[in-house]
């Protein structure tokens, strides 16, 4: 431990006579690099920063009560997106323009210069705790800094509502063009089906039914007029038989008996079995259970005498007119009806053997028509949606007229700090003062170490790892010693006036108003 602590006292001697030899040159070298760093901090002015936070709010009561009628983007992605890319050459060669920051942009190389400057200096950074965005700059003057803080807390408040400004332009511009496009289309569809109808007239589907529905169907209309029509010329025919009876009884003169109960009942029956036949085959259980119940009718009928016939004196004339009369009239009215039914059956007959004969044709023309259908509601589906979503986007843009979905709040208003940011002209003066005395020192220790001087045999001994075998001392002189005096005195004024400049210059240096 002894042993260590005379090895430090010892190197702390060499370097303090290395000091003393090399005293003139460290002073020299202190005092040009104290002058040469003056000279450059005299030329850079102190940075004052400016900051400000902003709150971006994108949870608004209007949002929710709008969910399903206007298109909303994803606020939160566009607001972040915006943060990052805010910082860009068009932004901030728009940021550079503002009147109130004052810049020169006579010179298109310092604008340039500038605007580069800008993008690396000013900062937009997100903070951990939500939508809070920190907006800091450094500038050299600190009203500078605090406008073009303000500025930019300006830009990015309005560059959102600009930018959504545009894209609902762009859109609307794209959907305006995609409507007019499908509605050619649907306007060709439309012709298209239209001339398919002229020229298919009579042979396409009616409502967009098949051929083999329509087949279907015409079939089933003849069948029922055909029962209809064979009820209607058995009431006919019994209208006929019945007049004709009556007819011949009024030209004999000779009243017959009314019918019996029995004959009555059998009558109708016989008429209703004529109604189920013309609309039911000879199987279906009402026509068997009818002819089964004529036929015990028919019995009972044969079972009882009939009665004679007498002749009558014409009392009652009038009233066999009238029932003539009447009989005439729904005679008229079944023949009229028989007819009607006869060229209905006709007609719908003709079509049938019509839409037969087409067989061949009528599949194709149907299935050419499906196609021109679903092509017609496909092109009509996209252009009815290309329409709903043209009033959704203008909507929303009379929506963001009227009110923003995004609610910017400054949390912190724009603010700069008097006291300039490290490193201050002030710390680079003590710096630079630090750094003239470390320069002196190494210089003088290289020139030592390129050119040693040996005074004292441990040094020697080391150096060359040979013993020393003695010592020669120098005698001084009264006058070697007044000339060492007089160097030690002028090495002491020099240094103290080195000092003292160093002195005045931090203290110029502090108390100069700073530079812009």
Same mark, same amino acid.
């Given at each position: 431990m002894t042993h260590v602590l005379q090895e430090q006292r010892e190197q702390i001697k060499r370097w303090t006579r290395l000091v003393s030899r090399r005293r003139w040159l460290l002073l020299s070298v202190a005092a040009?690099?104290?002058?040469?760093?003056?000279?450059?901090?005299a030329t850079v002015p102190d940075r004052y920063e400016a900051d400000a936070r902003i709150f971006v709010d994108t949870q608004t009561v209007l949002k929710p009560l709008m969910a399903n009628l206007a298109y909303q983007p994803d606020i939160d992605q566009?607001?972040? #997106?915006?943060?990052?890319t805010l910082i860009s050459r068009p932004n901030i060669e728009l940021l550079v323009q503002r009147p109130e920051l004052e810049f020169d942009l006579s010179d298109p190389h310092y604008t340039d210069a500038l605007v580069s400057s800008l993008m690396r200096q000013i900062h937009i950074t997100p903070t951990p705790s939500g939508n809070l965005y920190d907006i800091s700059y450094r500038g050299s003057?600190?009203?500078?800094?605090?406008?073009?803080?303000?500025?930019?807390?300006?830009? @990015?408040? %309005?560059a959102g509502a600009r930018a959504k400004h545009a894209d609902s332009q762009e859109a609307g511009r794209f959907i305006e063009t995609q409507i007019e496009a499908y509605q050619g289309k649907l306007a060709e569809v439309?012709?298209?089906?239209?001339? @398919?109808?002229?020229?298919n007239f009579g042979v396409s589907g009616v409502s967009n039914q098949d051929y083999f529905s329509r087949i279907s169907m015409l079939s089933e209309q003849v069948s029922k007029l055909n029962a209809e029509l064979f009820a209607a010329q058995h009431t006919r025919d019994a209208y006929r038989r019945e007049l004709g009876l009556e007819?011949?009884?009024?030209?004999?003169g000779v009243h017959a008996e009314p019918p019996s109960e029995v004959d009555v009942r059998l009558q109708d029956q016989r008429k209703h079995l004529d109604e189920l036949l013309g609309r039911y085959t000879d199987e279906h259980p009402d026509v068997i259970a009818t002819r089964h119940l004529i036929e015990q009718l028919?019995?009972?009928?044969? /079972?009882?005498?009939?009665? &004679?016939?007498?002749?009558?004196?014409?009392?009652? $004339?009038?009233?066999?007119?009238?029932?003539? &009369?009447?009989?005439?009239?729904?005679?008229?009215?079944?023949?009229?009806?028989?007819? $009607?039914?006869?060229?209905?059956?006709?007609?719908?007959?003709? /079509?049938?053997?019509?839409?037969?004969?087409?067989?061949?044709?009528?599949?194709?023309?149907?299935?050419? %028509?499906?196609?021109?259908?679903?092509? %017609?509601?496909?092109?009509?589906?996209t252009y009815d949606s290309m329409v709903a979503r043209r009033e959704s986007a203008a909507l929303g843009v009379k929506l963001d007229e009227s009110s923003q979905l995004t609610e910017f709040r400054v949390v912190e208003p724009p603010r700069?700090?008097?006291?300039?940011? @490290?490193? $201050?002209?002030? %710390?680079?003066?003590? #710096?630079?003062?630090?750094?003239s005395i470390a320069v002196g020192l190494g210089v003088a220790i290289l020139v030592d170490f390129m050119s040693p001087t040996v005074v004292e045999a441990s040094t020697l001994r080391r150096l060359t790892g040979r013993p020393v075998l003695g010592t020669v001392c120098v005698l001084a002189t009264p006058e070697s010693r007044f000339a060492q005096r007089q160097d030690q005195q002028r090495f002491a004024a020099a240094l103290t006036?080195?000092?003292?400049? &160093?002195?005045?210059?931090?203290?110029?240096?502090?108390?100069?108003p700073p530079l812009n």
């Open positions: 040009l690099t104290a002058v040469a760093c003056a000279a450059g901090i566009r607001v972040g #997106m915006l943060a990052r003057s600190p009203d500078g800094a605090q406008r073009l803080v303000e500025a930019t807390l300006d830009l @990015f408040v %309005h439309e012709a298209r089906l239209r001339d @398919f109808r002229v020229r007819g011949s009884a009024l030209a004999d028919d019995a009972e009928s044969r /079972q009882t005498p009939a009665p &004679q016939a007498r002749p009558r004196i014409r009392a009652s $004339s009038d009233a066999a007119w009238a029932s003539r &009369q009447q009989l005439r009239l729904a005679l008229a009215e079944a023949e009229s009806r028989a007819v $009607s039914l006869q060229t209905q059956r006709a007609t719908q007959a003709a /079509q049938l053997d019509e839409l037969r004969a087409l067989a061949a044709r009528l599949p194709q023309v149907e299935a050419e %028509h499906a196609q021109l259908n679903r092509d %017609h509601e496909i092109v009509r589906t700069v700090s008097l006291v300039p940011v @490290f490193p $201050s002209r002030l %710390h680079l003066a003590a #710096m630079a003062v630090a750094l006036a080195l000092v003292a400049l &160093q002195a005045l210059w931090l203290a110029w240096i502090a108390l100069t």
